[in-house]
């Protein structure tokens, strides 16, 4: 089985093949840092025009790369949502083109399913079902993972998700773009002590994650003058990591029978966000599983790896499925105050 896989949904705009057997056979990818580094993040505008100009290219240099034609290909994937929605209607329409134009099954992909069942394509000893926490720029979530597109929620956050939180944290210390590797940078350099910031949540009865009032916070503390930008980063980045780890704590109470603990998405290449879950899943004797770092932030070797894997159990997409700006895993799961339907 080969699946071309394409990912277009925030500024990252990425083509692959992937095999059944989890053989990356190629892999392209083209960020937009240098275009929204002045904006200090992302505008939805330009990076679907990018999206427009880079796509092509990228998947005919995917097809050279792993040696095949379109005609190779069992199954084409691409993310049909969430995201913004500009980006998710190139990647969309394109994967629709190919599919009509070469007689291919199209599998319009969940970008979180991407993420979600990310940690498969780099670990093949993990089994359904596990609990991921899935922390990202637009998304903080906690699910029980109990198979392909079987996802229940037990958390989300009610505002802000924690890598939004990271970026705005570094606009506001003036850290630079992307924000998320620009705060953990800094705050190697600061101490975690130094800021008395407050952890939203952590110890309530309520599953769910809060980090506006953790980002107001920063606000304060950078605007009051007595510490470092550096300080202020790593006693954000210290605050968060408390946040992730209680409410991640508070899940593992509530399920029985997870393999293992599971950390996706883009923050899920912060070093000290994985050694404290690392840490989180041997106290409660869990295997702990992460992607490797470029596995982790948005990739269509993830979207390829979901389309093989919805692929071997039947599921594919008619050619007038719809982009999607918000697509929740679990549409079954209550709705969280405040979260709307971002949830």
């Known amino acids: 089985m080969l699946i ?3 990912e277009s949904s925030c500024d990252e705009t990425a083509a692959a093949l992937v095999r059944g057997d989890r053989t990356i056979v190629a892999h392209r990818l083209a960020g937009q840092e240098a275009a929204h580094r002045p904006y200090g993040g992302v505008v939805p505008e ?3 025009r990018a999206h427009v100009e880079i796509l092509a290219p990228l998947i005919e240099q995917a097809l050279a790369e792993a040696q095949v034609s379109l ?4 199954a084409i994937a691409t993310t049909a949502g969430p995201g913004l929605i500009g980006g998710v209607m190139v990647g969309l329409v394109t994967g629709k083109a190919l599919a009509h134009a070469a007689a291919k099954p199209l599998i319009a992909v969940n970008h979180l399913e991407g993420h979600a069942l990310s940690p ?3 670990d093949p000893g993990l089994a359904f079902p596990y609990l991921l926490l ?5 998304h903080c979530q906690l699910l029980l ?3 392909v597109g079987r996802y229940r929620r037990l958390a989300t956050t009610i505002d802000d998700a924690a890598g939004e939180a990271f970026d705005k944290t570094a606009k506001i210390l003036g850290l630079g773009f992307p924000g998320g590797p620009a705060v953990e940078r800094a705050a190697t350099r600061g101490n975690p002590a130094a800021v008395p910031l ?3 949540l952590k110890g309530s009865a309520e599953p769910h994650f809060s980090f506006a009032g953790l980002k107001s916070a920063v606000v304060r503390a950078h605007a009051a003058g007595r510490w470092s930008p550096e300080d202020i980063a790593a006693s954000f980045q210290a605050a968060v990591v408390d946040c992730l780890i209680d409410r991640t704590a508070r899940a593992l109470e509530t399920i029985d029978g997870a393999t293992a603990l599971v950390v996706a998405g883009g923050v899920a290449a912060n070093a000290a966000v994985r050694g404290a879950l690392e840490a989180l899943a041997a106290k409660h004797g869990l295997r702990f599983v992460a992607p490797p770092g470029w596995l982790c932030t948005d990739n269509a070797a993830m979207i390829a790896w979901a389309g093989a894997e919805r692929f071997a159990a039947g599921l594919t997409d008619p050619l007038d499925t719809r982009a999607r700006a918000r697509w929740p895993l679990d549409p079954t799961a209550e709705k969280a105050r405040g979260a709307g339907v971002k949830a």
């Open 71 to 74: 005609d190779a290909v069992d």
């Open 4 to 6: 071309l896989g394409l």
């Open 120 to 122: 498969r394509l780099a």
């Open 134 to 138: 899935l922390v990202s720029g637009g």
């Open 145 to 147: 993972v109990e198979g």
């Open 46 to 48: 330009i990076a679907a």
């Open 198 to 200: 407050p952890r939203p």
